[in-house]
Structure formats: structure tokens, C-alpha cells
């Protein structure tokens, strides 16, 4: 903490880490030698700039932007960018260090990193999203490349975005290449990727449940959020014979009973992404439906819980409630949106809990494979991505299970960060003192 004051989010996601491998680290003297931690929690480099821009008023406008490389011992760096005017380097630095053991995870070549500005999409228009991303990356183009670091997607950055960020890359380098991942299909972007975030998550959700003779076939789920990770596990989860009754925005939730059908998640899809509108407009179109303002979702009660909007949305109270009614399972869709008490509490309780790490690494896993397509300069059918997704999160599955069995339960947050934290820590001692 001395180290980096009120980087509370940096502290918290350490403090997690830290609880499951410090043990492991104890009883492996080399790693303790090498002081393997701390070189762990000393992000490689962070670049930070300014981004000029003007809005459609001619105003002259100022944002700061961030690049967190956090570790690229096992592939280039790899992780997304958030806009959103809350960003602060200790969200990033706490986003960029997940990311190295959750890359670690899925198996593929990808180093860890985070990037982000302080800018706010909600309320611009095109035009002025555009200039803002060509600016940023003006800058941010020096500084990755498909061998050094590929940015992607997160909050506030969705295809929108990547195109214009991409579409200034390739005219800046004069270069066509996988620079970035979640592109458009049209100019080398993978199908599934938009979906593979949501799907992922479900997908670990239901291994975690064969793994117990259960499945998600049936289940009552309230799911958080309303963007890409949120919609795309509501798809999944309703295509697997379940039932997803709540979905949110920040300004509140709604619950519909009756279930988020194809249909209705159409409608929600087209007011978040095409309209921008709010969450509480469904109800206008299905009145049956009750909207809750100023809330969160967790007091309806459900069989699987899968927080998707933003970090620590889920605190040790709500975890309660959720237990009283009955959650059988919890699978983290965003980073980090469970208090770590919460986390502590849903483990005690011997609930099933995915951690984000591995519940979420779909979307990266998915942006690896579009990176593999980009070198190949080919591109995989849908049914192709979809079963390599699936059997990735079979795989991180069966690594959380090898390295988190605690007396017949599965600690996934163990077994996740022992197996993420394993591969980079032999890659880095395999380099000596760099
Ligand atoms: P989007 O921008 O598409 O959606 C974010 C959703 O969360 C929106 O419904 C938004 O509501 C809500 N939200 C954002 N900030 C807050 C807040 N401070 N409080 C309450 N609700 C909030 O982002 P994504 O769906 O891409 O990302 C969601 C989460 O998933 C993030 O934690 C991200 O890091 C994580 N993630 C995303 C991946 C991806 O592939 N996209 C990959 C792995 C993880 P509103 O509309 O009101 O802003």
C-alpha cells in the first residue's frame, strides 16, 4: 500500500490473488527466491497521455489516457480499453494485473495488460466519438502492434469504437493487421467474438454444474448489466432451457417474471446498443414487467447469479440475500463485480462461485483466435469458433478443478489463480532476474 496509496481496486484484486498462491509460493521456496510476487504486482510499464479532441460545438476538449502493459512473459500484451469517466489508472492497473492470469488461463500466447481513457460516450455523437478514438489513437498507435500489444473492447468501447480506432491505426502504420481484436467481420474480426464474453460465462456456469450431475437447463437467472456481456449471457443462458427474469443499467433494474425471451432481449439489444436508451424503457413496451430505480437485481431471487456490468456490484449484504433464496451457483461475467467478503461468503457457504478470471475469459479467448485467423489471413465458420470457445472453457474448467479441490468442494478462485499464476511465474523465473 506504501507502494501505490488509494490504488484501492489495484489492492483488492492483489489481496485476492494473493490469499490462494501465497500458500503455493511458501511451499516453493524458487519462487519465493525470486521474488516472484513482487515482480508480479510491478506492472512492466504504464504510458499515459493526453487526448485532444473537439466536439460538434468546436469546443476544445481534454481527456487522459492510459496504456497499463502489465506482463507479457507468456505472449504480446493483450486487453482491452475502457471509456468511461470514471477510469483511473487503479481501475486499469487492477484490470491489466487479472488480465496476465486470466490470459494465462485459456491456454494461448497472450501477455496481460489494460487500457482506457477518462472519457465519457454517453451523450456524443458519432462524429465526436470518432474524433476522440482517432486522436487516442494517434498516440496509442506507437506503442502496440500485433506482436507487442493488441488492444480490444471493454465498457464504453464496443464495434463502434474498434472500427474508428482500428480504421486510424491501419491509415497512420499503413499496415493491415490484427492490431486490435473485436473488428468488424468485414475487415478481419472473428464471429462469435461479440458473443464470446456471454457465452463463455454461461458455458463455465454449466460445466461447474455437470461437474455436480446439475445442468443450467431450467434455472431461474438474474443477470446484471444490459451491454455486450450481459445480453450475450442472457442469449445463452435462454438457449440452454433456462430463464433470466432481471437485467440492469446503472440507473436501476428490471424484473420480468414471465422470462427475457429471444424477443424481448432483441428489443433490449436494439435500445442499449442502437438507441443508447435506458433499461427502464422496457417497460413501456412490456408492461407486465416492474422497473426498479436506484437498485441492483440481487433481491430477486434466482438459481444463478451472473454479475455483469462492473466491478464490486455485488457486496457481502446482497451475497446474503442471494444465499437466503436459494443461489446455487455464481458465475462473475465482468471484472471483479464481487466484494471479496462476498466472495469469502459465498465460498464458505460452499456455493458454487466462478471467478471472473475464469468465467470471463470467453472474450479474450475468443479475441486469441482472432488474432490466430488474422496471421492465418483466414477466417473460421461460426460453428468452428464456437466449439474451440466451448472447449476452452472446458479446459480452464478442468485446471480451476486440478488446482482448487479443497476436501470433495471446488474452490474455483483458488483453482483459477493457482493455475494462472503457475505458468507465468515458471515463464518469468525460466528468464532470470529481468
Ligand atoms: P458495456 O459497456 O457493453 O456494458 C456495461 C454495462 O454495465 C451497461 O449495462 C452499463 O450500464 C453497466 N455499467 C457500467 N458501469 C456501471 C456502473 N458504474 N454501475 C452500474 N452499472 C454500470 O460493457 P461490457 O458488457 O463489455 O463489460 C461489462 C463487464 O464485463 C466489465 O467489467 C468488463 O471489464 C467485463 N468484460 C468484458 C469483456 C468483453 O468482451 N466485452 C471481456 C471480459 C470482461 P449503462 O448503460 O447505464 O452505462
Known amino acids: 500500500e506504501r507502494r501505490n496509496p488509494g490504488q484501492t481496486e489495484f489492492h483488492q484484486a492483489v489481496r485476492e490473488f494473493a490469499e490462494s498462491v501465497m500458500p503455493y509460493v511458501l511451499e ?37 489516457a492510459w496504456r497499463v502493459q502489465f506482463n507479457n512473459s507468456i505472449g504480446p500484451y493483450k486487453g482491452g480499453l475502457r471509456f468511461h469517466p470514471e477510469v483511473t489508472l487503479d481501475t486499469l492497473k487492477f484490470l ?45 498507435n506507437r506503442h502496440i502492434g500485433e ?13 463502434r469504437e474498434i472500427s474508428f480506432l ?25 464471429l462469435i467474438r461479440t458473443e464470446a464474453t456471454g457465452y463463455g460465462c454461461v458455458y463455465f456456469c454449466e460445466n461447474m454444474l455437470n461437474h455436480v450431475g446439475d445442468s443450467v437447463q431450467g434455472k431461474t437467472c438474474v443477470v446484471s448489466g444490459s451491454g455486450n456481456v450481459a445480453t450475450y449471457a442472457v442469449e445463452k443462458a435462454t438457449q440452454l432451457g433456462a430463464k433470466a427474469v432481471a437485467m440492469s443499467d446503472s440507473s436501476g ?31 413501456v413496451q412490456f408492461p407486465h414487467a416492474t422497473y426498479h430505480s436506484g437498485e441492483r437485481p440481487w433481491t430477486i431471487p434466482c438459481d444463478l447469479a451472473f454479475p ?20 446455487k451457483a455464481v458465475s462473475e461475467g465482468a471484472n471483479m463485480p464481487t466484494e471479496l467478503d462476498a466472495v469469502h461468503a459465498f465460498l464458505q457457504a460452499k456455493v458454487m462461485f466462478a471467478p471472473a478470471k475464469a468465467a470471463n475469459a470467453g472474450g479474450v479467448a475468443v479475441s486469441g483466435l482472432e488474432q490466430s485467423q488474422n496471421s492465418l489471413r483466414m477466417a473460421w465458420s461460426r460453428e468452428e469458433v464456437d466449439k474451440r470457445l466451448q ?13 482448487g479441490v479443497e476436501n470433495g468442494f471446488v474452490n474455483y478462485v483458488k483453482g483459477a489463480n493457482l493455475a494462472g499464476f503457475i505458468k507465468v511465474a515458471d515463464a518469468m523465473c525460466a528468464y532470470g532476474i529481468v
Open 96 to 140: 491489466g494485473f487479472e488480465q496476465t492470469f486470466k490470459n494465462s488461463l485459456t491456454g494461448l500466447p497472450m501477455g496481460g495488460a489494460k487500457g482506457g481513457a477518462n472519457f465519457n460516450p454517453k451523450g456524443k455523437s458519432d462524429r465526436e466519438v470518432m474524433r476522440f478514438c482517432q486522436s487516442l489513437m494517434t498516440e496509442l
Open 391 to 403: 472447449g476452452i472453457m472446458h479446459d480452464i474448467h478442468s485446471k480451476c478443478v486440478q488446482h
Open 28 to 64: 516453493n521456496p524458487k519462487y519465493e527466491k525470486a521474488q516472484i510476487l513482487e515482480r508480479m504486482t510491478e506492472p512492466d510499464r504504464v504510458i499515459i497521455f493526453r487526448v485532444t479532441w473537439e466536439d460538434d460545438e468546436g469546443n476544445v476538449r481534454v481527456n487522459r
Open 166 to 190: 482500428f480504421g486510424q491505426y491501419k491509415r497512420l502504420q499503413n499496415r493491415f493487421v490484427g492490431a486490435l481484436t473485436g473488428k468488424g467481420i468485414a475487415f478481419g474480426g472473428s
Open 147 to 159: 506482436d507487442t500489444d493488441v488492444p480490444a473492447g471493454d465498457i464504453g468501447v464496443g464495434s
Open 253 to 283: 433494474f428490471i424484473h420480468d417474471p414471465d422470462g427475457i425471451d429471444a424477443e424481448k432481449l432483441a428489443f433490449i439489444q436494439e435500445l442499449k446498443q442502437v438507441k443508447r436508451g435506458r433499461i427502464s424503457e422496457y417497460v
Open 308 to 327: 455483469c456490468a462492473t466491478q464490486n456490484e455485488l457486496n457481502l449484504s446482497e451475497a446474503n440475500v442471494l444465499m437466503r433464496n436459494g443461489v
